[in-house]
Structures are given as structure tokens and as C-alpha cells.
């Protein structure tokens, strides 16, 4: 998520608060939009396949979305929280606190679609594959964050330091995901077959970036819908807010 | 060698409260700075501003022109810090606390030179003890026994008066009259007061500047 | 710069001999935790085999963590924490030394006492040298990782659960590889090298950057 329109002036939270509230409703309807789209190509125009059992695996198209927003938003959070150690700015600390429960919830969401089509394809619920092993651990980054976060009550300190533990955790990520796709370090040749985006038959595609599009839109709204109300709680003594009509009574 | 210390539009926030802004002063050599204002004021802050424990949210801190955190381990050496903790090792003895401080400060001490420290601290006799047996006042004087020995021009002392009784009181207030006096600096948040015989004396009221 | 460095070991040191306990908590907490796995899943001889490599790195991970704990703690609380980040010193020279003399005092001993887990688990004699270099390579890079953990997590209620959740995950590559190289020992054909190489690497990597992050999050910590 990056602000291209004129940077410094919508850097402190009076200013960034109005025009979040306004970007809101355009991108839930173009996640409503998406989802509709999305949806309806997967289910419908994407290839049937033969048995019953194997129709389940329709739910990669929420699984792979939801799995690459996991994924994007733990980096947007890391980009977020390096601006704010570098340049000192309170809302780009608010913005990575924002993202986080958000990151957390589709990093569950895709564990438990990955579950779910793991039983309905393979018969298990959980096998320690490396991917979904990385996942998990991703999930526990984000947890991580956030148990840090709620843990330090003077909001300096804490956005601080749970900038610095997502920067560590980048650090190591890499490292963590070779260590566990690679536990044999005299075998370790390539991880796993990666069929090229450009193999993938075209309505699939259609499908899953179109959903990936659409999980994103969603992702854009209750970012923004949580990032007001980190404003509103963290200025709560300032004039600025005092005089909001959703405020002022 | 005559340091300044100077202080331009310094603002503080603590818990998203506002403590002091637009904070001024330009502290000389030989002068000695009070810092006062109620509980909760920010003069803790303040100081621990000044000595970079803690980041303003604006405002700079000058030391002879140029930015202390630029400056980094180079003014840090020029600065001692006594805040409310004693910051000694209860576990260790007065004179091995006192040795340890002071090399962490970058000072190098002999043997003699700390027991004559403590020593004239009124401490003679009990710097082998392990301080956990010393009594509060007993504790302050072995921390600030490394005011004698200091090298760093620029003191800044948080309550240093606490515990002490009043001969101590006493003692402390000579100490830092005559490092004053002869042309280091002093900043000092206590109710007592320090009689200079040359150098000047400010003062600031902290809950004002808001 | 370096002679604050010996400064700090000396110090800590002197400060560990005084309470001697605490030292040993850790070692025991060990042993406790490596004996219970025989009790849990039961002594067969193979089985045991199997899991050691595992269990005796989980065992580690986990004393190693207990003992972070206290690691800046004590200095935080009497404010010899405070002075050190005003002193004229490189911060990160200093959480080196400590770390160090944390390590000496707490991965050390888990290090010499790795051959008794050895006889334990019926490992090979092959086993046990792995054992025991693996272990010297990995536990320092444990203490150096989760430093960064107890400086973020300095003061805080809730202190060493949240520690662990912080620094569990970071432990992982550690882990695998520490107990892949223990594992390989014990099949004829693999090779061991490889293993110690990446740990070594793992080492200096964390030699080189986690004092720093460990300084940075001190700092944090301390306002």
C-alpha cells in the first residue's frame, strides 16, 4: 500500500484520518466487485473436474489469495515500520499495527484452507509439509507482533520495539524457510516443482488473480477502518479529534 | 576549556502526554542549572533527555555547537548521570562497584584512589562490604563516590540529595560547589539548595512550558 | 574499546559466583527436561535413539530461554543498564561481554554435559562427539538470538512466556540443522560437514549483527 499523492501532507494522523474515511467505501466496492467476479469464475467457469472429491479443490481460490496477502502484508508491515524508525512518523507506526491482525487473519485463513483442502485431497488435515511449516511459523511472527505490541503500554516503546522484532524476523525468515524446505543440507536441490504462471490454464488464472485482487481490495478496508480508530485512540487529547462529529456529542 | 551546553526548543512526550515544549537555555561553564517543578513535571525526563537516555520529540541538544547525538561516545564522555537508581550491584562490594563505574565510564582508578573516594565519603571501613548491607544513605554516598573521580565536565544529578543526612547533605553540596567552581557544570533537580562562591546559578521551572 | 569488554565478563562473572544458583538451575532444568522424555514415551532402546537429536535441542532452546531471562534483568532493575547505555563505550561491545559471560555460565555446562544425555539415549560414541560440537557451535547463536528477545522484552509482566513466543520461531533453523547434523552422525553414509558448516555460519553471522539489533532494542527498552 503506497501514498503517492503529495507524501507530507497526509503524514500526521489529523490529515491521513479524513482521507482514509474517504477511501474506504471505494475500495469495498471494488472488493465487492472483485469477490463477485472472483467467485463466480471459480465456481463456474473454471474446468470441472471428474470426481466429487476433487471439485473441493476450488478452494484454491481462496487458499492462494489468501495465502500471498499472509505473506505481502507481514512485508508491507516491515517497510511500514522501518519508515517509522527512520523518520520518526507516529502514523507509519500506526499503519504496521494496523496490518497486523489483518495479516494474522488471512495467515489462519490460509492454514485452515490449506487444511481443509489437504484432507479433501490427500486425506489429512495437517502434514508438515515445508510450505504449510513456514506458514505456520509466519503465523506465529505476526502473534509474535502483536502479544509484543499489547504488551508494552507506553506506545513509544512499543512501536519501537515491534518495529525491531519485525525487522529481526525478516532478517531471519529466509533462514527459517531454507531450514525448513532444506533440513538436508547435503540434498538440497530444487524445493519444489513451480509450474510457471504461464502454464496455468487461463481461467484458473483468471480466477485466482482476480480473487488475489479482490482479498486485497477487502485487505485495503479493514486496514483503514482499523488504522481511524488507532488514530482516534492514540490522539484522543487532541483538539483535532475532540471536534469530529463522530466525537463531539 | 570552556564547554557549553545549549538547549533549542526541546519538547518532551510521555504516554502521549505532552510534558514541556519549547524548551531554552544555554548552561556555561561553571554554572549550575536547578530544574524545578511539581511531581509528575518532567524533570526526570529532562535530564535523562539531556544525557540521551531518552529522544526528544523535538528540539536539540548542543554541547559546545554541535549536536550531542551526533556527537555519540564522544559527548557521553564529557556527561555523569546519577538518576534515582543508585545503579550499584548489590552483590558486589562498595569498592568493586565503584571500580566497575568507573571503568564502564572509561575512567581508570587504582586501588587507593577508591578507598580514599569512599573514604572521604564517610564510608571508610565498609568498602568491602557487600552493599546490600549498607543502609540507603550508605548506598547513595557509595554511588556518588564517582563524582570524585570523574573526568566528565558535565554532572547531571537527579535528587542526589536523597537519603542522605545532613552532614552528608553537606559534604555533597561542597562537592559540587567546587567542581562548579572551578569551571565544570552542574544540573540538579532537588529542594536543597547549593551555595556557589563564583559561576552563576539558573533555574527552570518545568509545568510552565507546556 | 576491548578492555570494556573484559571489564564486563570480569564483572559478571564475579557477580555469578556470588549467587552461585542460579547457574545451576539452568543445567538442571536441562537434565530434568532431557529425563522426561524416556519417562513420557517410553525407554526403548531405538526409539530413544530416534528422538535424541530432537529432544536434546528442544532441551536446549528451552533451558536457553529460562535463563535469557535474567540475562539483562538484574541490570535494568538496579540501573547499571542505564549507565552503560550513557557510557562512552560501544553498546554493542558490552552486550557481546555479556552475552558471553552468559553463555559460559548457562550453554557452556549444557555443552559439557551432553555426553550424559548421550548415555541416556544409547547413542554411539559418533553421536555424542556430533553431539557435543553441535551443540558448542549452536548454543552461543541461541544466547546471541535471544538476547535481541530479552532486550525487547525488558520489564515487561508477562516477561518469559512472551519471550518464548518472540523467540521460539527465530530458533528454528538452529534447531533443524543442530538436530539434522546429530541425526546424520548416526547414518552411515551422511555426511556431517555440511551441517556444522551452515551452523558455523549461523555463528558469525549472529556474532556480526545480533549485538547490534541487541543494543538497538536496549536503547528502546530503556526510554
Redesign the interface.
Known amino acids: 500500500m503506497t501514498l503517492k499523492i503529495n507524501w507530507f501532507k497526509y503524514a500526521s494522523p489529523a490529515s491521513f484520518y479524513p482521507l482514509a474515511g474517504k477511501m474506504i467505501p471505494w475500495f469495498a466496492a471494488a472488493s465487492a466487485l472483485l469477490f463477485a467476479v472472483g467467485l463466480y469464475w471459480s465456481f463456474f467457469k473454471t474446468p470441472e473436474v471428474l470426481s466429487e472429491q476433487k471439485q473441493y479443490y476450488k478452494i484454491i481460490f481462496i487458499h492462494v489469495p489468501v495465502v500471498w496477502m499472509g505473506m505481502w502484508l507481514y512485508l508491507v508491515m516491515v517497510v511500514w515500520s522501518a519508515i517509522g524508525l527512520i523518520f520518526n512518523t507516529r502514523l507509519s507506526f500506526m499503519m504496521s499495527a494496523a496490518i497486523a491482525p489483518t495479516g494474522a487473519l488471512f495467515t489462519f485463513l490460509g492454514l485452515l484452507t490449506g487444511a481443509i483442502w489437504g484432507k479433501t485431497s490427500w486425506g489429512t488435515w495437517w502434514d508438515w509439509d515445508p510450505r504449510l511449516t513456514s506458514f505456520l511459523i509466519l503465523l506465529f511472527l505476526y502473534i509474535g507482533y502483536m502479544a509484543l505490541q499489547s504488551a508494552i503500554d507506553d506506545t513509544r516503546r512499543s512501536d519501537r520495539a515491534s518495529a525491531l522484532l519485525l525487522i529481526v524476523g525478516m532478517a531471519l525468515i529466509p533462514v527459517i524457510y531454507w531450514s525448513v524446505n532444506c533440513p538436508d543440507p547435503a540434498q538440497c536441490t530444487a524445493l519444489h516443482q513451480r509450474s510457471g504462471l504461464g502454464k496455468i490454464e487461463g481461467n484458473i488464472l483468471f480466477a485466482m488473480l482476480t480473487m488475489t485482487l479482490a482479498v486485497w481490495m477487502y485487505s485495503f478496508v479493514s486496514i483503514l477502518m482499523r488504522l481511524r480508530n488507532i488514530i482516534l485512540e492514540r490522539e484522543r487529547n487532541k483538539d483535532w479529534v475532540a471536534q469530529l462529529p463522530e466525537v463531539a456529542q | 576549556m570552556d564547554n557549553t551546553l545549549e538547549v533549542r526548543q526541546l519538547c518532551c ?5 505532552r510534558l514541556f515544549s519549547d524548551l531554552n537555555f544555554s548552561l556555561p561553564a561553571g554554572s549550575l542549572l536547578y530544574v524545578e517543578g511539581a511531581n509528575g513535571s518532567g524533570k526526570t525526563t529532562l535530564l535523562r533527555a539531556l ?5 526528544p520529540e523535538c528540539g536539540q541538544v548542543l554541547w559546545n555547537g554541535e549536536d550531542s547525538h551526533k556527537l555519540g ?2 559527548f ?2 564529557q ?1 555523569i ?1 546519577l ?10 562490594t562498595g569498592i ?1 562497584n565503584l571500580h ?2 568507573l ?4 575512567v581508570k582508578a587504582g586501588e587507593e584512589a577508591l578507598l580514599e573516594a569512599l573514604a572521604s565519603m564517610g564510608l571508610a571501613g565498609y568498602e568491602d562490604l ?1 552493599v546490600r548491607v549498607l543502609s540507603q544513605g550508605q548506598k547513595r554516598r557509595v554511588a556518588l563516590a564517582r563524582l570524585l573521580l570523574t573526568e566528565s565536565p558535565l554532572w547531571i544529578l537527579d535528587e542526589p540529595f536523597t537519603a542522605l543526612d545532613v552532614k552528608a547533605v553537606d559534604h555533597l553540596q561542597s562537592i559540587i560547589a567546587s567542581h562548579v567552581n572551578q569551571g565544570g557544570m552542574a544540573i540538579l533537580t532537588t529542594h536543597q539548595e547549593v551555595a556557589l562562591t563564583s559561576g552563576q546559578i539558573q533555574r527552570i521551572r518545568l509545568g510552565e512550558h507546556v | 574499546m576491548f578492555s570494556v569488554f573484559f571489564t564486563i565478563v570480569r564483572r559478571d562473572v564475579l557477580l555469578a559466583m556470588r549467587r552461585r544458583t542460579d547457574v545451576l538451575t539452568t543445567l538442571f532444568f536441562f537434565i530434568i527436561v532431557v529425563s522426561l522424555f524416556p519417562l513420557g514415551i517410553g525407554a526403548e532402546k531405538n526409539t530413544l535413539r530416534h528422538i535424541a537429536p530432537g529432544v536434546v535441542w528442544i532441551a536446549a532452546l528451552l533451558a536457553s530461554m529460562l535463563a535469557l531471562e535474567r540475562l539483562f534483568e538484574n541490570d535494568y532493575a538496579d540501573g547499571t543498564l542505564e549507565q552503560m547505555l550513557i557510557a562512552p563505550q560501544s553498546l554493542s561491545v558490552i552486550v557481546a561481554a555479556k552475552v558471553l559471560t552468559h553463555w559460559l555460565l548457562t550453554g557452556l555446562p549444557i555443552v559439557l554435559i551432553a555426553p550424559l544425555v548421550g548415555l541416556q539415549y544409547y547413542l554411539p560414541s559418533e553421536a555424542v562427539v556430533t553431539m557435543t560440537q553441535a551443540l558448542m557451535l549452536g548454543t552461543p547463536v541461541l544466547s546471541l538470538i535471544g538476547a535481541i528477545g530479552a532486550a525487547l522484552t525488558l520489564g515487561l509482566r508477562g516477561g518469559g512466556i512472551l519471550l518464548s513466543l518472540l523467540i521460539l520461531p527465530l530458533y528454528i533453523p538452529v534447531l533443524v540443522y543442530g538436530a539434522g547434523a546429530i541425526a546424520a552422525s548416526m547414518m552411515a553414509k551422511a555426511p556431517v560437514q555440511p551441517y556444522f558448516m551452515l551452523l558455523g555460519a549461523f555463528l558469525i553471522l549472529a556474532l556480526i549483527f545480533a549485538p547490534w539489533a541487541t543494543a538497538a532494542a536496549l536503547r528502546i527498552s530503556s526510554e
Not at chain 2, 51 to 55: D, E, I, M, R, V
Not at chain 2, 83 to 92: F, T
Not at chain 2, 103 to 106: H, N
Request: net charge negative; with cysteine; charged share 30%.
Open positions: 512526550e510521555r504516554g502521549d502526554k544525557c540521551g537516555l531518552f529522544t561516545d564522544a557521553r564522555d556527561v548521570y538518576g534515582h537508581h543508585n545503579s550499584l550491584k548489590l552483590d558486589l568493586e566497575f563505574s571503568a564502564v565510564d572509561g557487600p
